[in-house]
């Protein structure tokens, strides 16, 4: 048991830094083309469209710069961090976050802003430590409640990096159960999936699986597609602890088969493999099969692409 809670932790700065979102406060910005550059960027983002929205918040930094405005180059330079997260490219994002810090006329909340995407970043690069020095002051002055829930993941997922578990457990008390429930979806699924890495490491995997299921409904309706098709993942691994293969393999197949209706065919198959190893232990040849099958498919249009 011990071993798989040590396994899920290994992902819990994947899922972490997956689930960010934009500024707290919409701009009151007059600039059009800059206007223009962050409206794309934020319908790119919506799509699920990162590097698109990456390269439109990146035009809008870029324009922020020509306008010699740092509260337009804070904004662009979060939300950019956003995309770029997801695209594993934690360190450019980093860089954006500490160039726009670096300006003197950022407000005290955008610069809130900013520590809270820097504190993301580096949880992203593996750098708990830097995580919690950033968040330590940040969390001691006033903030918004989106930013506030923003810097208590950050913070809670740098304690089970380092396996301070009751620490994480004291960070993420930091907001009532009330306050969570009024923050976004996508953060509310951030921290049903560390509720979920918290009772794995505590052997409690019945618990575990509860939290996941529950992340996998918010990712839902949040609209966060791969999001909530690696939460299936989880959710199988979580099954498979609770000596439930039957579960654990409709788990992987329903994660498969969202991550290849998007286009994400290799991370497809990484699920289907995982799937099969428990059909096959259930004994379920209908599982195996149909898993197989998709597998066939998504190695056929490899080849066809090729």
Not at 20 to 29: N, Y
Not at 90 to 103: F, I, M, Q, S, Y
Not at 208 to 213: E, G, H, K
Not at 254 to 264: E, N
């Given at each position: 048991?011990?071993?798989?809670?040590?396994?899920?932790?290994?992902?819990?700065?994947?899922?972490?830094?997956?689930?960010?979102?934009?500024?707290?406060?919409?701009?009151?910005?007059?600039?059009?083309?800059?206007?223009?550059?962050?409206?794309?960027?934020?319908?790119?983002?919506?799509?699920?469209?990162?590097?698109?929205?990456?390269?439109?918040?990146?035009?809008?930094?870029?324009?922020?710069?020509?306008?010699?405005?740092?509260?337009?180059?804070?904004?662009?330079?979060?939300?950019?961090?956003?995309?770029?997260?997801?695209?594993?490219?934690?360190?450019?994002?980093?860089?954006?976050?500490?160039?726009?810090?670096?300006?003197?006329?950022?407000?005290?909340?955008?610069?809130?802003?900013?520590?809270?995407?820097?504190?993301?970043?580096?949880?992203?690069?593996?750098?708990?430590?830097?995580?919690?020095?950033?968040t330590e002051e940040l969390l001691?002055?006033?903030?918004?409640?989106?930013?506030?829930?923003?810097?208590?993941?950050?913070?809670?997922?740098?304690?089970?990096?380092?396996?301070?578990?009751?620490?994480?457990?004291?960070?993420?008390?930091?907001?009532?159960?009330?306050?969570?429930?009024?923050?976004?979806?996508?953060?509310?699924?951030?921290?049903?999936?560390?509720?979920?890495?918290?009772?794995?490491?505590?052997?409690?995997?019945?618990?575990?699986?509860?939290?996941?299921?529950?992340?996998?409904?918010?990712?839902?309706?949040?609209?966060?597609?791969?999001?909530?098709?690696?939460?299936?993942?989880?959710?199988?691994?979580?099954?498979?602890?609770?000596?439930?293969?039957?579960?654990?393999s409709d788990c992987f197949w329903?994660?498969?088969?969202?991550?290849?209706?998007?286009?994400?065919a290799e991370d497809a198959a990484?699920?289907?493999?995982?799937?099969?190893?428990?059909?096959?232990?259930?004994?379920?040849?209908?599982?195996?099969?149909?898993?197989?099958?998709?597998?066939?498919?998504?190695?056929?249009?490899?080849?066809?692409?090729?």
């Open positions: 048991m011990k071993r798989m809670a040590i396994g899920v932790l290994g992902v819990a700065l994947v899922a972490l830094v997956a689930a960010g979102c934009a500024t707290t406060r919409p701009p009151q910005f007059s600039d059009e083309v800059w206007i223009s550059h962050v409206t794309t960027g934020r319908g790119c983002f919506a799509r699920g469209d990162f590097r698109r929205g990456a390269d439109a918040f990146g035009r809008a930094q870029s324009r922020a710069r020509a306008l010699d405005d740092a509260e337009a180059l804070a904004v662009a330079s979060v939300d950019r961090a956003v995309c770029l997260l997801q695209l594993g490219r934690a360190a450019e994002a980093l860089g954006g976050v500490e160039e726009a810090l670096a300006e003197g006329g950022v407000s005290g909340a955008r610069r809130q802003e900013l520590q809270a995407a820097g504190a993301r970043a580096e949880l992203a690069l593996g750098q708990p430590e830097a995580v919690l020095a950033r001691k002055e006033k903030l918004a409640p989106r930013v506030q829930g923003q810097a208590l993941l950050a913070r809670a997922g740098a304690e089970l990096a380092l396996m301070d578990v009751s620490a994480a457990e004291r960070t993420l008390a930091g907001l009532s159960l009330a306050a969570w429930r009024r923050l976004p979806g996508s953060l509310r699924a951030e921290r049903a999936e560390l509720e979920a890495r918290l009772a794995a490491i505590l052997e409690a995997p019945d618990s575990a699986l509860a939290w996941q299921q529950r992340a996998i409904e918010l990712w839902r309706e949040a609209g966060r597609l791969p999001e909530m098709a690696r939460a299936l993942a989880a959710a199988g691994r979580y099954a498979r602890a609770t000596g439930n293969p039957t579960l654990a329903r994660s498969a088969r969202s991550l290849w209706a998007q286009g994400l990484a699920m289907l493999e995982e799937g099969r190893i428990c059909a096959a232990f259930s004994q379920d040849e209908a599982a195996s099969q149909r898993m197989a099958d998709l597998l066939v498919t998504i190695r056929g249009e490899k080849r066809l692409e090729e």
